[in-house]
């Protein structure tokens, strides 16, 4: 079972920095891409950031130039440095693993895995 927790939110005031963090753990040979999203209330989760296992890194227009997404894979770990933060970046984020599992059976299983979500608050 893979497991994904996140840290990092809370109530920042605008123009501020937020760093977030999401660990993934259980049984895993392998991580392969991993992401943030987001979900205001009453709108569709948004893809935020997504970075490969090669470091390579996809951004929303909207947070091009403010947030830097990052990964340690010794860790198994994704952060997301937000900086400028505006109102509209309010939202629950959501992290995104995409893993690779040997069963105790040898049967190799590819899973997409989601966190908990955490709040950010951007007051102006």
């Known amino acids: 079972q893979v497991q994904l927790v996140e840290s990092g939110g809370g109530l920042v005031q605008a123009g501020g920095s937020l760093r977030l963090s999401c660990s993934v753990s259980?049984?895993?040979?392998?991580?392969?891409?991993m992401g943030w999203y987001r979900q205001a209330p009453g709108k569709q989760r948004d893809m935020v950031a997504l970075i490969t296992n090669g470091g390579s890194t996809n951004y929303a227009d909207s947070v091009k130039g403010r947030f830097t997404i990052s990964r340690d894979n010794a860790k198994n770990t994704v952060y997301l440095q937000m900086s400028g933060l505006r109102p509209d970046d309010t939202a629950v984020y959501y992290c995104?693993?995409?893993?690779?599992?040997?069963?105790?059976?040898?049967?190799?299983?590819?899973?997409?895995?989601w966190g908990q979500g955490t709040q950010v608050t951007v007051a102006s």
């Open positions: 995104r693993a995409d893993t690779l599992s040997k069963t105790p059976s040898d049967e190799w299983v590819a899973e997409r895995a």
């Open positions: 259980g049984r895993i040979s392998r991580v392969d891409d």
